[in-house]
DNA sequence: AGAGTTTGCCTAAACGTTTTATCGCGCAGG
DNA sequence: CCTGCGCGATAAAACGTTTAGGCAAACTCT
């Protein structure tokens, strides 16, 4: 006995050592067909021994079933998408599937070379926040190989699923606090490129201001870290130095807005207020604590997988979109306005 | 023609399109063997107008090759561990790997789980932060099959690779730096089981402690976040109120002690020094800025990812141990030890 | 007791590749 | 004119599963 020793334990050997045809361990291993309970119970004993591990790969070769599923992110350093992935992770888990993350940085290319992968090493099913200018083609590559997939949070394609937070919706609540607080001349800050995420964020921002005739919209650029919105928030200042309230394109940036106030000796919430967006952990430990616009990304995250899941059961539905409202969390960076005099400011 | 126009198209939808067999299109697409410029160019156009990709499961299942490497890691939601990902990715991308991330929150169960899967869909090599509890029998059930695995941060079994920090070392060069400054009452704050890593930073603390005849070791727990840090330092400063000086175990609960301290009307860095760990990048723009123990998270990256390939390529080589060192950061947080009168405090 | 049904297992084929061995062919050398 | 050889391609086998179909033996029923 002990033909082949080394190698690791297939449905064959464990055939072998049963005595029974490698149609019947599978069967057995799969509690599908009739078997016997001996046979099963002899079966079971030897694929314990043996430390049997199915081969899923060769499962799914044959069988066509795929419980691998893949997300693409735009950028797992930032804590809401992280939360977001937890939120899915632990609903597809409990399903069977297998989440396997991977990170863009927001590089077209990069994106691509990863779908590729993906679809090389037959993903079952994608999550995908699509990077910043991702191209066509990109979108045609999953379409011509009938991918389930399901974006989020930007909105780029109708033909996909989509899941998202009604952006508009949400800067228009948090302007709309600003302006009830008394303020008058609103920025709104953070974001880069004119993404669609940000485009409608703004949108929602600039209705509230023409809806009740406030000063003039005033957009300024951030990449999405508290340094950049430090920055930013200097720069912004010295541009407008009669703003009293900022809108913010993320609770990182938001963030930093507030360091940038309290190096230049300004209380955010007193005579400057800032919102934020997210809802980020750090958001509400800050000093101050960060008023915020709220969308609970393990909220996201489980929408996310009930969608893809539904998808996967039924390939020809009609696309569906799902927005989630964002809700406004008063806490401290926010406080009626307070006319300010435009103080001349030095660094530091 | 057309008559199988439905389903991906295979090898063998190539080969009939071209007119040629299946094997002379795989050996094309590979470039292996000798094949006629013609033909070459035949298959390509046929293959590129199919927008043919090929099946990597089935040509794994075949040739052995493994080119999907999963990481497992205990909490992606901590930024050093996201920066660690980043730095692997960006070396195994480019070795053509396909890099797949799962993330076990510190549960035993859950990462027995998400590695079995990982055996199944035949991963070809692992880059892993065991979880908090792991289990022997986890640590067999890689060695069984053989998997080549790089663990890193914890170390927690010898018979594996592994690449980490030098906790000790990095500690004691803190506590040191606090000594010169002239406390003489240093704690070390943070991290909840005595995990191998934080046995090691706490060793390095409590080395300069007796080595420099200081004060008795106090050492407090807090979870891994900026608001059980807050909360774990108001609880260590009403226990010992002459305290000066702090040694955390990460960055986050540093962050959370310095957020305690303001709110104490204490200011971090005057009255009381705190040292972190990580540099994660918040560490920098806090206000004031985080006094650090810093290690390039790319660069562990990096090394873990070339240290997997290694293994991958000689997979019977001794197991290896690479460790880095840290270097300290003297940010604002840390200054000369002021004496303190043990004030009443009050909350909030 | 014979026909029909159920039970328990097996054989054969298939999934999409890669690998190994082989084959026909034209050509150079003896 | 036969032999040997390099070239270009192919046929067949194999990887580890799952699925469909089949076939004896053991039951059930009249």
Same mark, same amino acid.
């Given at each position: 006995?002990?033909?082949?020793?080394?190698?690791?334990?297939?449905?064959? +050997?464990?055939?072998?050592?049963?005595?029974?045809?490698?149609?019947?361990?599978?069967?057995?291993?799969?509690?599908?067909?009739?078997?016997?309970? %001996?046979?099963? !119970?002899?079966?079971?004993?030897?694929?314990?021994?043996?430390?049997?591990?199915?081969?899923?790969?060769?499962?799914?070769?044959?069988?066509?079933?795929?419980? %691998?599923?893949?997300?693409?992110?735009?950028?797992?350093?930032?804590?809401?998408?992280?939360?977001?992935?937890?939120?899915? =992770?632990?609903?597809?888990?409990?399903?069977?599937?297998?989440?396997?993350?991977?990170?863009?940085? $927001?590089?077209?290319?990069?994106?691509?070379?990863?779908?590729?992968?993906?679809?090389?090493?037959? @993903?079952?099913?994608?999550? #995908?926040?699509?990077?910043?200018?991702?191209?066509?083609?990109?979108?045609?590559?999953?379409?011509?190989?009938?991918?389930?997939? *399901?974006?989020?949070?930007?909105?780029?394609?109708?033909?996909?699923?989509?899941?998202?937070?009604?952006?508009?919706?949400? +800067?228009?609540?948090?302007?709309?606090?600003?302006?009830?607080?008394?303020?008058?001349?609103?920025?709104?800050?953070?974001?880069?490129?004119?993404?669609?995420?940000?485009? &409608? @964020?703004?949108?929602?921002?600039?209705? *509230?201001?023409?809806?009740?005739?406030?000063?003039?919209?005033?957009? #300024?650029?951030?990449? $999405?870290?508290?340094?950049?919105?430090? &920055?930013?928030?200097?720069?912004?200042?010295?541009?407008?130095? $009669?703003?009293?309230?900022?809108?913010?394109?993320?609770?990182?940036?938001?963030?930093?807005?507030?360091?940038?106030? !309290?190096?230049?000796?300004? /209380?955010?919430? /007193?005579? *400057?207020? =800032? =919102?934020?967006?997210?809802?980020?952990?750090?958001?509400?430990?800050?000093?101050?604590?960060?008023?915020?616009?709220?969308?609970?990304?393990?909220?996201?995250? /489980?929408?996310?997988?009930?969608?893809?899941?539904?998808?996967?059961?039924?390939?020809?539905?009609?696309?569906?979109?799902?927005?989630?409202?964002?809700?406004?969390?008063?806490?401290? +960076?926010?406080?009626?306005?307070?006319?300010?005099?435009?103080?001349?400011?030095?660094?530091?």
């Amino acid at each position: 006995m002990g033909r082949k020793v080394s190698g690791k334990p297939t449905l064959s +050997t464990v055939a072998k050592v049963t005595g029974v045809s490698i149609p019947t361990v599978s069967q057995v291993l799969r509690g599908t067909g009739r078997i016997s309970e %001996e046979t099963r !119970a002899k079966v079971l004993d030897a694929a314990r021994q043996l430390h049997y591990v199915p081969n899923q790969r060769a499962a799914a070769m044959r069988s066509g079933e795929n419980r %691998e599923i893949g997300v693409v992110i735009n950028q797992l350093l930032n804590p809401f998408n992280a939360e977001v992935v937890s939120g899915v =992770v632990d609903l597809l888990e409990d399903h069977g599937y297998l989440v396997s993350i991977v990170d863009t940085r $927001d590089d077209a290319d990069r994106q691509d070379r990863q779908l590729q992968a993906f679809i090389r090493h037959g @993903r079952g099913g994608l999550l #995908w926040v699509p990077a910043f200018d991702t191209p066509e083609s990109t979108f045609d590559l999953l379409a011509t190989h009938g991918i389930p997939t *399901v974006t989020f949070l930007r909105h780029v394609q109708r033909k996909l699923d989509h899941v998202g937070i009604r952006n508009a919706e949400a +800067t228009a609540l948090a302007t709309t606090h600003l302006a009830d607080l008394g303020h008058r001349r609103i920025a709104y800050l953070g974001g880069t490129d004119m993404t669609f995420v940000r485009k &409608e @964020r703004i949108a929602g921002y600039e209705s *509230v201001i023409s809806g009740r005739g406030l000063e003039p919209p005033l957009v #300024w650029d951030s990449l $999405d870290n508290k340094l950049a919105g430090l &920055e930013a928030m200097i720069a912004l200042l010295d541009e407008a130095p $009669d703003l009293t309230a900022v809108v913010c394109n993320g609770d990182m940036v938001a963030l930093g807005a507030c360091l940038a106030l !309290a190096k230049l000796g300004i /209380r955010p919430g /007193r005579e *400057v207020s =800032v =919102v934020g967006f997210d809802d980020i952990q750090d958001a509400a430990v800050a000093t101050p604590p960060l008023t915020t616009l709220s969308v609970s990304p393990r909220k996201i995250g /489980r929408k996310l997988a009930r969608t893809l899941l539904d998808r996967i059961e039924d390939p020809d539905m009609p696309p569906t979109v799902s927005e989630l409202s964002a809700e406004l969390l008063i806490r401290e +960076t926010t406080g009626p306005m307070i006319p300010r005099v435009p103080a001349k400011q030095d660094g530091a």
